[in-house]
């Protein structure tokens, strides 16, 4: 409607990194649901009427998924344009950074007084803070009131999120598994799957913060020809 009503220029925000952060984060979120749901709602086998209509949802859903994929696809910048950064790769990876961090504290429980798994824990809420005041300055156009060369401090905040990281993935598996077995039966919420997901998600996040160390250093130190 704002685009349509030619209305969104009034608004105080950057438009195209709008847009471009909500595709994506749609995206992320449509998709999570096209596999959550079906796993939880749909058992086999399916003869009901409301398990057919529950099937053609996720079906849907599923289509929706790929129209919010194809519209990040196409809405993402070239190669050497950075006038938009939510629509470049780093960008992009910060929503997925700051989405998978809020999958991560969906799925933690109380870690107790555990030194180790609480510096896990600490490492999730700052990064995923920055990450998100990121985006936030992004969209409301007020990087450029930094007192440093943001492309720099992009690079070095993604290595420190990087090393902070790679911490993670070492001690919180370590520490939340060492002495203890799968607990049989365990359930949808048992303790031992949800650290287990919480594990997976690190190391998805560390991936994402890699690739976005390897796309920020490649954007600040590589002179692409014009």
Request: one cysteine or more; charged letters at 10%; proline letters at 6%.
């Amino acid at each position: 409607l704002l685009e349509l009503l030619e209305l969104y220029p009034k608004l105080p925000l950057s438009w195209d990194d709008f847009t471009s952060a909500f595709s994506m984060l749609a995206a992320l979120m449509i998709f999570t649901t096209s596999v959550v749901f079906p796993s939880t709602f749909i058992s086999s086998p399916c003869n009901s009427d409301t398990c057919a209509r529950q099937a053609a949802a996720t079906a849907i859903s599923c289509l929706c998924f790929l129209a919010y994929a194809l519209e990040v696809g196409l809405t993402r910048a070239k190669p050497g344009d950075i006038s938009s950064f939510l629509s470049t790769v780093p960008g992009l990876l910060k929503v997925f950074e700051a989405y998978v961090a809020c999958l991560i504290f969906s799925l933690l429980g109380d870690v107790g007084s555990e030194p180790a798994l609480q510096w896990c824990v600490a490492v999730y809420a700052i990064c995923f803070i920055i990450t998100l005041l990121i985006i936030i300055m992004t969209i409301g156009r007020c990087l450029a009131y930094m007192p440093c060369p943001l492309e720099k401090m992009l690079v070095g905040y993604n290595a420190l999120a990087l090393v902070m990281y790679l911490t993670v993935t070492v001690i919180w598996p370590l520490y939340s598994f060492r002495n203890t077995r799968r607990p049989n039966p365990c359930g949808a919420n048992c303790w031992w799957n949800r650290r287990l997901g919480v594990t997976f998600l690190t190391i998805f996040n560390l991936l994402a913060y890699l690739v976005d160390l390897v796309y920020s250093t490649k954007m600040v130190f590589v002179t692409v020809p014009t």
